[in-house]
């Protein structure tokens, strides 16, 4: 029961970082003029593009970590689910 609770949670938390990195870079076109430059993540100050980083590997991280993906003879199974 707990798990599943713990895992919804995380399901909808990571949905919630994947639409935040979406209005980050939409803000970026907005502002700035353009969507992503390499040159500002080797900056020392925090940037848009820093932030939609952040926010995009956060939010894959934890959907990865919601559902559990096996490896079996080629195949990858989803859940059960082939």
Do not use: Q
Request: charged share 25%.
């Amino acid at each position: 029961m707990m798990r599943e609770l713990i895992k919804r949670w995380r399901f909808r938390i990571s949905g919630g970082l994947l639409i935040a990195a979406i209005i980050v870079l939409l803000d970026e076109i907005i502002k700035e003029g353009y969507t992503f430059d390499l040159l500002d993540l080797f900056n020392f100050t925090l940037t848009h593009e820093k932030i939609f980083i952040i926010l995009l590997v956060g939010g894959i991280v934890l959907g990865f970590k919601s559902h559990k993906f096996k490896w079996r003879g080629g195949k990858v199974i989803n859940n059960g689910k082939v």
